[in-house]
């Protein structure tokens, strides 16, 4: 029988049939071209959450390291980084509402390779009622300013701070309507546009993407990847660029309500900056 995700051994978050985490001696050098991160979590509400990191692009990872709560109820990481140097890496992360139920976005950092970890900011006020903000996805505008999309319920909206996250605006809606609620993946185009890639949970489901050519203050119109889903089980994307320009998307994915659903991937040309 398999155990579930989130099996604790002596106290101590695993792996289903993992090694538990431990206390990252630090010492990380996020500055190595072939470095690669990522965070993860043991419950999406009241959990803990543990990290690891390659330097070989992913052949090979070390981990799990603990993530502390930060005197939060809990956390729950995803993968949402960004590097300022060789010691120093800014990290995005989910922890519970005050009634303990999901969520809002805070700001922790490291400047010593991971070794320890502080909190920096909450991102927004804390939602109300049955609203959470959850998931985000952030990208570097310049060296101080920085935008960070953000789940809601049936939406993705963005908030942005010029002065490297000390203070933050709240710039609009990205996607109005993303059905029952869908985390965004947002990258910078080699051409300075942004491109946000989401999984549409409402009627036709599929994945839909939109640019923006002003550092996010507005944003195109939909673009539809696929739209021949069978149900709205799916997104959850990741999107990079290609040395040709062209869009990498990936996403789980099903067409049919009762079928096992698949990782699948969208190549797509963003066009060029108008």
């Known amino acids: 029988m398999r155990p579930p995700d989130g099996t604790k ?24 071209p072939d470095f690669a991160f990522t965070a993860r979590m043991s419950d999406k509400d009241l ?13 090979f990872w070390n981990g799990p390291y603990i993530l502390p709560n930060f005197e939060q109820k809990g956390t729950a990481a995803r993968t949402d980084y960004l590097i300022q140097g060789k010691s120093d890496l800014t990290l995005f992360l989910t922890v519970p509402k005050s009634n303990g139920k999901e969520g809002r ?21 804390e939602p109300s009622g049955d609203d959470y903000a959850i998931m985000p996805s952030s990208v570097r505008l310049s060296p101080t300013s920085i935008l960070t999309a953000i789940r809601h319920p049936h939406f993705i909206e963005t908030w942005r701070s010029d002065d490297n996250l000390k203070t933050r605006q709240l710039v609009g809606k990205a996607v109005p309507d993303t059905g ?30 939109r ?61 060029q900056l108008r």
């Open 211 to 271: 640019l923006s050519s002003d550092n996010g203050q507005s944003w195109g119109e939909e673009l539809i990847l696929r739209a021949d889903a069978g149900a709205w089980d799916l997104g959850y994307c990741c999107t990079v660029q290609r040395t040709d320009g062209k869009i990498v998307s990936v996403y789980y994915y099903n067409e049919a309500p009762d079928q096992e659903r698949y990782i699948g991937a969208t190549i797509w040309d963003p066009g």
């Open 9 to 32: 051994v002596a106290g101590v978050f695993t792996e289903p049939g993992g090694k538990a985490a431990v206390r990252c001696p630090g010492g990380i050098d996020f500055s190595n």
């Open 47 to 59: 959990g803990e959450s543990r990290f690891y990191y390659s330097i070989n692009r992913g052949k």
């Open 180 to 209: 029952r609620g869908n985390p965004p993946a947002m990258i910078q185009l080699r051409d300075g546009r942004l491109a946000l890639v989401y999984g549409s949970r409402k009627e036709p489901y599929g994945i839909h993407a």
């Open 105 to 125: 976005v805070i700001v922790v950092q490291t400047h010593d390779g991971a070794k320890t970890w502080h909190l920096i900011s909450f991102i927004g006020p």
